[in-house]
């Protein structure tokens, strides 16, 4: 199914696109937790929902823009994990850094990832066990890789939090830069960086595409307790803090 979702994203992009360009109202809005949420959050959610009930109509959706409740999810095995804009802020501040995230969940681990930028149209994608990028037409496998010294990819909206700070205090000679959404997962799948640090909160649609192309590339997604991120269902959508890393 992997280039059925690829192409999803992209349409999904194109529906984003059109909001980011002005051919539509952005209309921002708030949501409970005020976090923004934008016309193009809900457009993109509506292609890609309507695409996988197309494609897989026996596998439930778990979209950030319509969770079903506690009581529809908890013993799902096998489901899709969307965030349909990943990185709302840097959308809002036109800077290009988002992404459309859709992951395949099976018994708590995602075995099927894409995330594609819409502005620069590059699709980053992993089924069993090999992870892709496709740029300007040219597809190519994939594969985290060590530097010396690392460099250490920090989220945009949260480089000031003071647990980060006094991590990279630590962690001796490094190298660091920032970017928005999880395109901070693909830059260690392809190598360009190698440890992507994170303490602030998440939540599992932010993270589960991401989290598949990272490992199907060579590296691994623990929590600060060594253990891999879990998305087998739970009550709270929130993610435990995390690092990306090949070492």
């Known amino acids: 199914m992997l280039e059925q979702v690829c192409q999803l994203a992209r349409n999904a992009g194109d529906a984003i696109m059109q909001v980011y360009d002005g051919a539509l109202p952005m ?40 969770p079903p409740g506690w009581d529809v999810r908890q013993h799902w095995q096998r489901y899709w994990l969307v965030d349909p804009l990943d990185g709302t802020k840097e959308f809002i501040k036109r800077n290009g850094e988002f992404t459309v995230n859709i992951a395949l969940i099976e018994h708590g681990k995602p075995v099927l990832g894409v995330v594609y930028a819409p502005v620069t149209k590059v699709m980053y994608s992993a089924a069993e066990g090999k992870a892709w990028k496709e740029e300007c037409d040219v597809r190519k496998q994939i594969h985290a890789r060590d530097a010396r010294p690392p460099l250490v990819v920090i989220s945009r ?15 001796g000679e490094h190298q660091t830069t920032s970017i928005g959404s999880s395109l901070k997962f693909c830059l260690v799948a392809e190598g360009q960086a190698q440890l992507y640090p994170r303490f602030g909160p998440t939540c599992v649609w932010d993270t589960a595409a991401g989290h598949a192309v990272a490992v199907a590339a060579g590296a691994r997604v623990h929590d600060w307790q060594g253990k891999t991120l879990d998305y087998t269902p739970r ?13």
């Open 27 to 66: 209309d921002v809005a708030s949501k409970k937790d005020d976090s923004p949420v934008t016309a193009a959050d809900i457009a993109a959610h509506h292609v890609i929902v309507n695409g996988l009930k197309a494609l897989a109509p026996d596998i439930p959706i778990l979209s950030e823009e319509d």
């Open 157 to 171: 909206s949260h480089s000031s939090d003071p647990e980060l700070a006094e991590y990279l205090q630590q962690l």
């Open 235 to 247: 009550e709270s959508f929130l993610n435990p803090g995390f690092r990306v890393a090949i070492f």
